[in-house]
């Protein structure tokens, strides 16, 4: 069965830390996506990759940045997390022209 | 800019009623259009899919109606139940890239 896991279903941090997602695919997918979704916007995109080491800047990077140093796992880096951070972020990966399969979400509240 | 828009942003539905959400996007180089169905606390899950060659696609009770020329395609939910209660996402790709575009959801309440 495919499986996208996030490393954290909740996760709490101070204004200012460093914080790191992680998500973690098994279905050898070469793209790899990080949305953050928030109530009446949708899903948007911040990061994806579309290969090891490949990034590509989604619709909205400031003050995220990735990392993609092996296929199956891509990290999503908060440099300095500020308020408005707080959201839902999904993790999601998927192969040319086909479905997205998305990880169960991590609820970030930054404080 | 949004490329796909969704409306209505939320939706109330009577048990055994039709939900209709819809969707327009102005790409034409979009070529595949899928439906996630999103529960509380979990990640979307694709609900179903079309691809611009038919206008029509049903699974069970949900079927996706696809207008090339309008550029709209809508998802109808026929015989809906309280289970179905969810936020539900259209979205977009081109065949020649990698990402989704989404539109900004639907969330739907089937009350008993």
């Known amino acids: 069965d495919v499986k996208v896991t996030q490393s954290s279903r909740y996760l709490v941090k101070r204004t200012g830390e460093k914080v790191f997602l992680e998500c973690v695919q098994d279905?050898?997918?070469?793209?790899m996506f990080w949305y953050r979704q928030d109530p009446g916007l949708g899903l948007r995109l911040i990061y994806f990759?579309?290969?090891?080491?490949?990034?590509e800047k989604g619709d909205i990077p400031e003050g995220y940045s990735v990392s993609r140093e092996k296929k199956e796992r891509f990290s999503l880096i908060l440099e300095s997390a500020s308020t408005n951070q707080t959201s839902m972020y999904l993790c999601?990966?998927?192969?040319?022209?086909?479905?997205?399969?998305f990880g169960q979400g991590t609820r970030l509240t930054v404080v | 800019q949004q490329q796909v828009k969704q409306s209505p942003q939320s939706l109330i539905v009577q048990k055994g009623g039709i939900s209709i959400i819809n969707c327009a996007y102005e790409?034409?180089?979009?070529?595949?259009f899928p439906w996630y169905q999103q529960f509380p606390g979990k990640g979307p899950a694709l609900l179903i899919a079309?691809?611009?060659?038919?206008s029509e696609k049903k699974e069970g009770r949900f079927t996706i109606s696809f207008n090339k020329s309008a550029k709209q395609f809508s998802l109808h939910i026929m015989d809906s139940q309280p289970g179905d209660s969810a936020t539900y996402f259209c979205?977009?790709?081109?065949?020649?890239?990698?990402?989704?575009?989404f539109g900004t959801g639907t969330s739907l309440t089937v009350i008993p």
């Open positions: 999601a990966s998927k192969i040319l022209h086909t479905e997205a399969f």
């Open positions: 279905m050898d997918h070469e793209n």
């Open positions: 990759s579309y290969d090891v080491k490949m990034k």
């Open positions: 790409n034409t180089a979009f070529d595949y």
């Open positions: 079309i691809r611009p060659d038919v």
């Open positions: 979205a977009a790709s081109k065949r020649t890239g990698n990402q989704f575009y």
